[in-house]
């Protein structure tokens, strides 16, 4: 700072000088007392700031697997805690209402976004293929020292399943560490839930649907809290019931279940349950699993779900893991975790007895229609898909001799299940009444056509349920059941409908159906032997 020299006495001049002098001090003054202030200012703002990690309810709440330093808000009392290592140390008080607001607005805001895609429209965006994930139960400490090297070799991600109840280490065997949890992560690994109690003594299947939302929900909680997949859930023992599927659906978007060497089996567009995906057990050996990723190699697509526990020594051995690892590789599959794999092969929409399959059909008893004269004298039952379809059959044909009398007309194909005596076919002549029907038999094709022509009505409440194929004239028979006058007992569910005989040239061409009451429902049984098979239930579908 430069001042002007003054002599003395002063004049004008001088004291102008003088006058300036102070006007200099006093701005280079101002401007050190500014500079100071915002610099105390800063520090005061630095020493105050508070690294967030979350907010929560109550003191209890607040995790013990923490980092010395971290500090949380606790709605209860207002104060904010930090963790000195051991202890949660109150360091000031603020109010957090508003801080509160904003978070409950957020919760809400996700919670309705998530209700949204819950919710929205089906279009198909799925990507099947040939797809592989190995999934690990209950989070033991060996998954860091058996799957790591895997994880590194092949680069690959593993789904491990995490009991949250000893997600920090608390439990009847070592359990992986935040550190190791944490490493793993990094590789590629994805932690879902494994229910929050998996008690032995009190398993899911064992309880009400309080308890079982208790345990959902809390399970839930803590994989959120931790930052892992909190979408899908892993059964443990094997347990499935009403209660379990009716309860998880309000939390999960997707539920594996059990790896069993009877019952397990890839997941296919065709079989595929959203909430219970069937796993394949490693406990039977190499060709076991091979046999399950070749048949899933020759489907073209499907997800192959390997359960393990890593921890048990009398299946584990890392060669086995390798074989098995390196075999899917060479057949062109891909490791995926599950939240992969559900995107990709999940069902596009699922009801009680249909689903919409990843690769778009439709999947149960449903009517689809083939395109006119695609059914040919060579078609087989193999050919067609699960369902009623409906197919025009044209004078466009080559060759149509197949049909009845070589006619235009309509042919509706039945194929309710494999097997032969049960699927069956119907084919209506263009501006005629008559109606012909052949069985599908063992070897895939169909037996002679048998001419449905005459139709019998018979007065209500006109059979009892003992009567067999012999009590019926050639042709159809048609009759109310009402119940008034007779037991109905022997119709499905007990119910009063329509009952309609078709009876051929032979009894195995032979067979009935039964429509209820103002309902969409229908069942179909065949002969067997000298009486009837059971009663399968097909859906009429609106159009």
Known sequence: MKLNRTPNPLNRDARNKENENWDTIQQKFNNVVEEVSDAAFQKVIDGS???WEQMVDKVSDLP?????????????DNKIYR???TDWIPIAEINLNPIAEVDQRLTTQLAETDKHRHFESMINRKEPGLLISITDDDGHALVYDRFKPLMEDYNIPITEALITSEIDGVGQHPMLTKEQRDELEDLGMEFISHTHYHDTNFRPVDMTDEQLDEDFRKTVQVMKEHGYNHRGLILPFGDNSEGIQRVGRRYFDYIIGTANATYG????????????IW???LTEGFNHVKNHIDNVKNNGMGWVELGTHIYDDSVYSESYYRQIIEYALSQGFEFVRTDEGIKRMGNIAQYEDTHIGADGKVYGVTVREKEKDTVTRDTTLADFDRGITITKITGAMRDKGWVPDGAQGILITYKLDSS???????????NMVDKYIRTGLSDGNFSPWTKLTTVHMMPDDSLVGTETIDDFESGISIVTITGVTTDRSWLPNNSGGMLI??????DAYSYQEFKKNNDGDKYIRSVVGSGWGVWKKYMLEEV
């Open 49 to 51: 700031k508070i690294d």
């Open 64 to 76: 013990s697997n923490v980092e010395t330093g971290e500090t949380r808000g606790v709605k209860e």
């Open 83 to 85: 963790f000195n290592g």
């Open 265 to 276: 089996r890839p997941a296919l567009p065709s079989n595929m349950d959203n909430y219970y």
């Open 279 to 281: 796993r394949i057990t």
């Open 420 to 430: 032969d005596g049960v699927s069956y076919q119907e084919f209506k002549k263009n």
């Open 501 to 506: 005989t078709y009876k051929g040239s032979r």
